[in-house]
Structure formats: structure tokens, C-alpha cells
DNA sequence: CGGCTGGTTGACGAATCTCAATTTCGGTGG
DNA sequence: CCACCGAAATTGAGATTCGTCAACCAGCCG
């Protein structure tokens, strides 16, 4: 995943496939190829998983503009778009790893998109551990409105309940419970259910701690 | 991170430094860098970053035989020793960089080994999700014993129980609870309070539910 | 209008955290 | 070799948070 599309992955888009995808459809892929690139155009895209008791668990959330990989063996994973028409161009890995092979630039940018992922991930694991639930929630709002900002201060959810509650490993009525408690602190403001007002950054951040730290690109920063 | 050394990785070994570590201190880098590759060749190391509310979260734990990156910004996270004497292998950044550039299969191995870092890191995020204590524990035991198994089902635990706390993130009371627990029923048995015995196998991963995949080397299977 | 999905709120119980006390383990010095 | 010390490990009791179950509201679409 990466939120600014590095140069030297435009190179690939000779060979790009454009995707369209409804909702809750899986990212489809070709059986002969051993997994694609993704660049996410428009919608959003989750990668999830299904525990042992049944409820799924989202491991990432893909936005537009993020790059990311879709193996076609995911083992258990599976990557689906989660919104409306979610428009997103597809390599083939094979050809991804031959340029690679003879592009340094594009070789280094890969890592260093995977190198996000994983900052990401630890970033959202990190939250899951230990704060509590309107922690969850402010964090993720504050991580929503880095990576989406609608406006300054002003953050449009592309996601249900549901998805933020296994995004963030917590039951829906807990997530509503922490919407409405952040409310009415004044801490935030709903416009219609989708949308959130950032009143109060600072209570904010407190609360939730974690300043969820978007990320320069390092060229290598694990 | 990556237990299995690929081949392509010998070819750095001409750069290498072997570091020394003694208990909670930090992996040394040198300033002018812009960070390092390790080889963990003894001893144990983790990835940890300090929450807002003060408590440690330990966000990956790294083995003999696995292959890491730390990078001198690392925001907040810190990386350091856990036990008596850890010993390490580094290369400078800077230098993986340009052999990489003109090796491509040590380009494709370190891929695949933030491929494998993500992988893990996944596993992980799953886990603090959701389960309950014991599931917890009883899936860092096969983890453990997958990674660095002493004799097949006998896992010689190398952190203490605070480390396994702040890596699971639940207290360290809950930790011992879920072990004495796990014993109690005759599903693990302890040898000292350092070396466990897995008695009942099938028990721990139904319980543990998530079989921490450990994870087959995919070329980049992210 | 009726059904359906998404969203919200309340009450209750279970799991975990916190605080506190106690025991075990390892090493260190006499 | 033994006594002693501190860190690690364990156990208990009460407080708190969150999940579950249930009811209810609000758009939306046929």
C-alpha cells in the first residue's frame, strides 16, 4: 500500500489491466499468473480473514491510490472491494518481478511500498492491543483522515460499522458506543452517519494515543 | 524476518559486522547509516514501541536464524536485546542497496523476507484481535515451537512472562493464569517455568484456533 | 407499504485488568 | 556450601470494560 504513486511504478502501466469491482466482490485475479499488483483508483478495498469462531478480522484497508499485492494463494485471506463500483489496474507479478529485475528505481520503490505495509500493519496491531475502545476509534479516525482527508478536519467514512468494528477487533455496538461517547464530549461531530467533524484534534490524539504516523517514504524504512 | 537463510544473502557477507548484545540494550548502528540488515545469529531481539498510557508493546520478536531490518529513524519503536548474550550480523543499508541493484535474486529474497515479516505480523494483528488469554498463549506456544523448537513438542521459552505479556498484549497475571490454566487441563506441561511440553496438540491449536501458519518461503507472496 | 440492511441504545454477564500478597528462581558474596 | 537479595512467577479479590442478547429506529428499494 502506498498513498503516493513513486515514479518509477509508472513503467508498469503498459502492462496494467483495469478491474471493476461491485461490492463484497472478491479481486479477481487470472489462475495462470502467480498473483498481481494493485493500484486502487477509486473505492475501497479490505483484506481479511475468517477466525476460528466465525468472525472475520480485516488485516488491511486499501484506499485510493494505495498499491498493494494480491497473491492468488492467499491462504486464507481473502481480498475483496468493500464499496460501490471500486475501480483499481493490475499487474501480473511475473512481469512486476522481470521489470524489477532490470529496474533498480522501480526494485527499491517496491520495497519500499511493502516497507509502508508493514508500518501500517504494525501500526494497526499496535491499537489492537491495548487501548481502549474509544481510543480504537479515535485512532482510526485520525488514521482515516491522514490517509482520506475529505477536508481539513472533516473525514468521509467509505466503510459500514461493521467493517470499522472488525477492522478494529470490536463489536458494532461497541463502535456506536465510542462514536456517540466521542460526540457527546464534543470531541468530534456526525454529519449524517458517514461523515465526521474533527472539533477537538488534541483530545483526540490524547485519547487515542497513537499518533498514527502516516509515513514519509523512507527508501527503506522497515 | 526470515529463519531459512536464502543463498543470495551469502553474497553480503564480505560487509558484515558481528554485534554483540548484552539484556535490554539497544542494537547499536552507527550514525552515518541510514540503518542496517541483521542476522540474528544467537539470542533474541524485539521490535517494541512504548504506548501513550506507558505500557510496552512488543510488535515483533525476532529469533536465531532471522533476517531484520532496523532502520536508525526508527519513529518511536525501539529495538533491542532480550537475553544475556545476543550476537548479530549487520549490513549497512547503503550496501544491500547496491549489491541488490545488480543482484536480482537477492532483490526477490529481500522481498520475500518483508514478505514474510508482513506475513508474521498479520498472524500476530489476528491474534491480539480477538481470542481470549488462553488462546493467545496456546498460539505463541506453537508459534514458538514452529520457530524454535528444542525436540519436537518441547518449547524452551526464551522471554520472560513480562515479554510474552507486552508481546500479546495482555497482562502478565492473564499470562500466568492461561499457562497454569493450559496445565491444569493436561494440554501443556511445564519443565522448570522455561521449557514447556506440548501434551495435547490438537487440544491447543483447536483452543488456539489460529494455526499460526509459519509461513513457506513464497517468492513474494505478500 | 413492507422488508431489509445499517445504525443506535439498554441491560446483563463474562473476561480481563488492577492492586496486593506470596512463592520460586538465580545469582552473589560471605 | 549456605544465606540472602532481587527479579520473575504465581495466586487471590475486587473493579471495569467489553461482548452478547435484545429491542428499536432510519433510510432505501422494490
Redesign the pocket.
Known sequence: MLSVQPHALRRLDGSATILRCNRDQEIPYRPETAGHWCYLIAGAVRRSTIRP?G?RQILELMLPCDFFFVSDDQGGETVEAIVGPTVLASYPAERVDLLADRDRELARELRAIMSQSLRRTRDQLMVLG?????E?VGWFLLTLEKRASDQKGQVE?PI???DIAEYL?????????A??DLQQRGIIA?VG??KVKIMDRAALEERGGTKPQGGKLGLIAA
Open positions: 469462531d468472525r491495548g487501548v481502549t475502545a474509544v480504537k467514512l459500514t460499522r461493521y477487533s470490536v463489536s458494532v455496538e461497541t463502535v456506536c458506543r462514536i456517540t456526525l452517519t458517514r
